[in-house]
């Protein structure tokens, strides 16, 4: 006899790896808050790429089968374990964190560290996009590549959510910023969030034009496949690419590196240890606070149309901020 007093939610369920055709909406229980853990009801799910892979099963770390996607989201909390005592019922919240249960369903569970205060000035969309974008931007940024201000940044592809995450961090810092992107809105975009200069690397010249100003010191390069030997011609001594992004091999010639002294640096925010990650997040929290967090929302999708999502972010010919799912009202 079924029992009827187990509470149920509407969840994306994938039961095998594989295409955004594995992702459909079941009815799962509600999961049990754990001891220090926070139970938010989700309004909103951010989607990122590193969603898509892990749903593929092209991932480093995968969850047992069957799992709901998704790292980050925003919501309301919905009840707390009784060790948590940094939230309460009724918060606004976002959140970011890996778990077997992820976001893209109406309730779940997060440990209390990966649980953040969104405050009232953002909504949840915005509050969906934060997560690993902003994270990794700063991991990549103050972190990894050390930025100081003064320094010259080259953001690869400053459209997408982390890049425009990196253009806000970095101007907060005092940085001089170049971001590339491959439409004209998103040069638009990139240029509104706050860029002091933008390039289309879809033309042809990109790479000359850039080379005929000042090198960086710092780049952040969200497709080093594409762009890394690009990259190492153009940083100044001494200079920094943090590779943030990267979807199959590249030959890079290692005499660029030498003459500079240059450095290519790997960025995973699932390597930061937990100092680094309370560092990263408190700094990101009070972002919020000061108002230079400034999510950019593209599109919104409803909780059905999730594997849409999937498909988008991955295939996009031109990334013009974050993409949610609207999991409720």
Known sequence: MRNTSVKMMRAVLV??????????????????????????KVHSSGVNPVDTYVRAGQYKNLPNLPYTPGKDAAGLVHSVGPSVTRFKPGDRVFSSQTTQMGTLAEYACVDEPYVFPLGSSLTFDEGAAIGIPYFTAYRALLQKGLAKKGERVLIHGASGAVGLAAIQIAKNH???????????????????????????????????????????????????NVNLGHDLTL??????????????????????????????????????????????????????????????IDSVYDLEKAGEAHDAVINSKGAKGKLVVRVQE
Not at 187 to 203: C, K, M, Q, S, Y
């Open 174 to 224: 005092g940085l001089y910023v170049v971001g590339t992107a491959g439409t004209k809105e998103g040069i638009e975009l990139v240029l509104e969030t706050g860029a002091d200069a933008a390039f289309n690397h879809r033309d042809s010249k990109y790479i000359e034009n850039l080379l005929e100003g000042e090198k960086f010191d710092i780049i952040v390069e969200m497709l080093s």
């Open 235 to 296: 940083m100044k001594s001494r200079g920094r690419t943090i590779v943030v992004g990267c979807r199959g091999p590249v030959t890079i010639n290692p005499r660029d590196l030498m003459g500079t002294e240059s450095s290519i640096i790997g960025c995973a925010l699932f390597a930061a240890t937990p100092d680094e990650f309370k560092e990263l997040s408190t700094q990101v929290v009070k972002g919020i606070t000061d108002g230079w967090v400034k999510p950019v």
């Open 15 to 40: 039961r095998q790896f594989g295409g955004s055709d594995q992702m459909r909406v079941e009815n799962l229980p509600i999961p049990t808050v754990g001891d220090k853990q926070v139970l938010i």
